[in-house]
T-cell receptor, first 116, second 111 residues
């Protein structure tokens, strides 16, 4: 069965602190995609990143970075020098590779609050 | 370039009623997926439409049905509404192997 676990329900930090959001996934597939989405209070899910299972290179995009480790089935997300605008719920998701694209399996999300 | 749009933004219904939600995909996208997000939970996959056919379905009862039109827009219909159907309904569009882009959602409240 496929499953995504985000053990941190809520995290609160002060502006400029670094914060890491954890994501652990389970799948029997050898090829798959992993995603992170941001959901601000407005409700719309904003796509942040997609990684495929072949590529374990870590990625950095501005203040955001992602650490994919297949050995531990983890895909963690770090925000460096957090800002108030980063406050949102963050979801990690998993999808089968190929075929009909399949559906996204989401974790329950981590609510991040960044205080000034 | 317009993103994914959904209508209405909010809806209030009573138990037993029927509801139709609408979604227009991002320009160039041909696949539409629908998700239900209960309060405090991650989105749950309902079904996906491609070429006007339901291509994949999640674990939702037959009360949930859908349709895709030739212009790729889509509708989600829910019959015999239950209190537990209260949620944010998200539409996502995609094409090929691209990631899914989500709309702002429709908040449904069933009283």
């Amino acid at each position: 069965a496929q499953k995504v676990t985000q053990a941190q329900t809520e995290i609160s930090v002060v502006e400029k602190e670094d914060v890491t959001l954890d994501c652990v996934y389970e799948t029997r597939d050898t090829t798959y995609y992993l995603f992170w989405y941001k959901q601000p209070p407005s409700g719309e899910l904003v796509f942040l990143i997609r990684r495929n299972s072949f590529d374990e290179q870590n990625e950095i995009s501005g203040r955001y970075s992602w650490n994919f480790q297949k050995s531990t089935s983890s895909f963690n997300f770090t925000i460096t020098a957090s800002q108030v605008v980063d406050s949102a719920v963050y979801f990690c998701a998993l999808r089968n590779y190929g075929g009909s694209q399949g559906n996204l399996i989401f974790g329950k999300g981590t609510k991040l609050s960044v205080k000034p | 370039d317009a993103g994914v749009t959904q209508s209405p933004t909010h809806l209030i219904k009573t138990r037993g009623q029927q509801v139709t939600l609408r979604c227009s995909p991002k320009s160039g996208h041909d696949t539409v997926s629908w998700y239900q997000q209960a309060l405090g939970q991650g989105p749950q996959f309902i079904f996906q439409y491609y070429e006007e056919e339901e291509r994949q379905r999640g674990n939702f009862p037959d009360r949930f049905s859908g349709h895709q039109f030739p212009n790729y827009s889509s509708e989600l219909n829910v019959n015999a509404l239950l209190l537990g159907d209260s949620a944010l309904y998200l539409c996502a569009s995609s094409t090929g192997a691209e990631g899914q882009y989500f709309g702002p959602g429709t908040r449904l409240l069933v009283l």
